[in-house]
């Protein structure tokens, strides 16, 4: 009987929130997975708002909403939809404001401050680094009616709103006098870097690639290894000896590590004779017999670990802490196509004071002409976009729109020429100098240039001058530096430097699996 009056009470609240949403604008649920149909969402009203927050299946997707009513706006406690509410956007800085004042309470008029705030944020620009986190530009709208919780911003928006709300309403017993220096020492706070890496990560995650770690024999790729698997971020396979990897986890530390990791060894794979016959066929006309084809494919990690992901036994690699890039690029071309004639590129970002820059060619490209530039520029467009950036090319030079005039220079004032005649879809301008790139007042006189905003994108002259712009603002402006980034090959391949980190390693696996490529 009390089952039967359960199941009768459960249809009876059923019918009643149909009911409710009939004709209704606003649907607000901390419920169940489904208690919300899509017949329920037809019946609302006109661009009816959908808060489905139910966790951790909200009571509808935003797919279900979006397929009966494209006009909804739908909002759920998810980072893998749009408009996530997270309680992080709101506790953390209404706790940081009530602090700084030392509030005797926090009461309604500091929450609302905090509302308001945010809805005001959301209204605004959406900084670049935002918009790398996400792969995506976001701008208020349908989709974006919220900020994200790896806003950087809101560390000096929320606390000031919500300190100045407590201190008008007399609950500061320590006020504020200099709001001003207040909000600059919040912002000074910000880690830009750290809200990038978060935003990939999520991406990553959400992937769950089976990430290629080629060199099995280093501590350093190991704890990699183990914390992109332990971090949940997908299946970590590792290139090398079992016995030589237990050690060497053991002697770091993580002999537990040993039962979760796939190690990979070529002498025991079965795909070998596969992997054999591929590469014979693409080196049997470049001097490579079949004793050459064992040695690579059965000796060499980087190649055999690139056949692995050839032949989709992974979903990208992770290379090059051991050796240099120059030899491991050389390797990686065995089996893919990444030199400067299929138009490989790096890409490396730097970040610095909340803004992200890519230069490029920083990796495969020695001394390119007008078109390899042209080329350069397309490409790491299509990674800025991936990155979610509006890319805007500057190709840089020591002379801007022709003076002084200089040979070296010529072919940076070309490169536009020649994507003039390309009709690429993305901003470019050239030559100029850096300052004349990245600075706003200094562009104000050249008003005839396309950009239409600071580049976000250098193309330099050469590798030599892009590995030197680099390592200097990495060593005297502090600048974080992520990659190179190897952009124009078929698969998910990136080549860390010999210097890296296991931090660093781990990082350009997270680039990997979110398909940077």
């Given at each position: 009987m009390n089952q039967w009056k359960s199941a009768h009470a459960v249809k009876t609240e059923l019918r009643t929130l149909e009911e409710a949403m009939h004709g209704a604008d606003v649907f607000l649920?901390?419920?169940?997975?489904?208690?919300?149909?899509p017949e329920m969402v037809e019946s609302m009203a006109d661009n009816p708002v959908i808060f489905a927050m139910a966790n951790p299946d909200p009571e509808i997707t935003p797919e279900e909403a979006h397929a009966v009513r494209p006009d909804a706006i739908?909002?759920?406690?998810?980072?893998?939809?749009?408009?996530?509410?997270?309680?992080?956007?709101?506790?953390p800085y209404l706790f940081r404001g009530a602090l700084d004042i030392h509030a005797r309470a926090i009461n309604d008029e500091m929450k609302i401050a905090c509302a308001h705030a945010l809805a005001?944020?959301?209204r605004e620009d959406v900084p670049d680094e935002v918009a790398l986190a996400y792969g995506r530009k976001l701008s208020f709208g349908r989709d974006y009616i919220i900020p994200t919780p790896f806003d950087p911003r809101l560390i000096y928006r929320i606390p000031p709103a919500v300190a100045r709300a407590g201190m008008d309403t007399g609950v500061a017993r320590r006020p504020i006098i200099d709001m001003e220096g207040y909000e600059q020492s919040l912002q000074s706070r910000m880690d830009p870097t750290a809200n990038v890496l978060r935003g990939i990560n999520a991406r990553a995650r959400s992937a769950q690639a089976r990430m290629i770690f080629a060199e099995g024999d280093d501590p350093r790729v190991l704890r990699a290894a183990v914390?992109?698997?332990?971090?949940?971020?997908?299946?970590?396979?590792?290139?090398?000896?079992?016995?030589?990897?237990?050690?060497?986890?053991?002697?770091?530390?993580?002999?537990?590590?040993?039962?979760?990791?796939?190690?990979?060894?070529?002498?025991?794979?079965?795909?070998?004779?596969?992997?054999?016959?591929?590469?014979?066929?693409?080196?049997?006309?470049?001097?490579?017999?079949?004793?050459?084809?064992?040695?690579?494919?059965?000796r060499d990690r980087h190649v055999f670990s690139a056949l692995m992901l050839a032949h989709g036994h992974g979903d990208g690699l992770i290379t090059g802490a051991t050796r240099k890039s120059a030899y491991v690029l050389d390797r990686i071309n065995h089996v893919f196509d990444a030199d400067a004639k299929a138009g490989a590129v790096g890409v490396t970002a730097i970040l610095h004071k909340g803004r992200i820059v890519l230069v490029a060619d920083t990796l495969v490209h020695e001394w390119p002409d007008e078109h390899d530039l042209a080329n350069i520029a397309i490409r790491s467009a299509a990674a800025a976009r991936h990155l979610g950036l509006d890319p805007r090319v500057a190709f840089v030079s020591f002379s801007t729109f022709g003076y002084p005039v200089s040979e070296r220079a010529e072919k940076m004032h070309i490169a536009p020429q020649v994507l003039d005649k390309m009709g690429v879809d993305f901003e470019y301008e050239g030559e100029m100098t850096v300052d004349v790139a990245l600075n706003r007042e200094a562009q104000k006189a050249y008003p005839f240039s396309r950009l239409t905003g600071p580049a976000n994108i250098l193309v330099v002259p050469a590798?030599?001058?892009?590995?030197?712009?680099?390592?200097?603002?990495?060593?005297?402006?502090?600048?974080?530096?992520?990659?190179?980034?190897?952009?124009?090959?078929?698969?998910?391949?990136?080549?860390?430097?010999?210097?890296?980190?296991?931090n660093d390693i781990l990082n350009m696996a997270v680039l990997a699996s979110s398909k940077i490529r």
């Open positions: 649920g901390v419920s169940v997975k489904g208690a919300v149909t739908v909002a759920t406690g998810r980072s893998d939809y749009p408009n996530q509410v997270n309680n992080v956007l709101g506790f005001n944020l959301a914390t992109y698997q332990r971090n949940g971020l997908g299946k970590a396979l590792v290139v090398g000896r079992e016995a030589d990897v237990r050690a060497k986890l053991e002697a770091a530390g993580m002999g537990d590590a040993v039962r979760e990791l796939e190690v990979v060894n070529a002498a025991n794979t079965r795909h070998l004779d596969t992997y054999k016959d591929f590469l014979y066929g693409r080196l049997q006309r470049k001097g490579f017999d079949r004793h050459d084809i064992h040695r690579l494919a059965a590798r030599h001058s892009a590995s030197i712009s680099v390592k200097l603002m990495q060593e005297m402006a502090g600048a974080t530096v992520i990659g190179p980034i190897l952009v124009g090959v078929d698969k998910p391949i990136q080549i860390c430097s010999s210097g890296s980190t296991a």
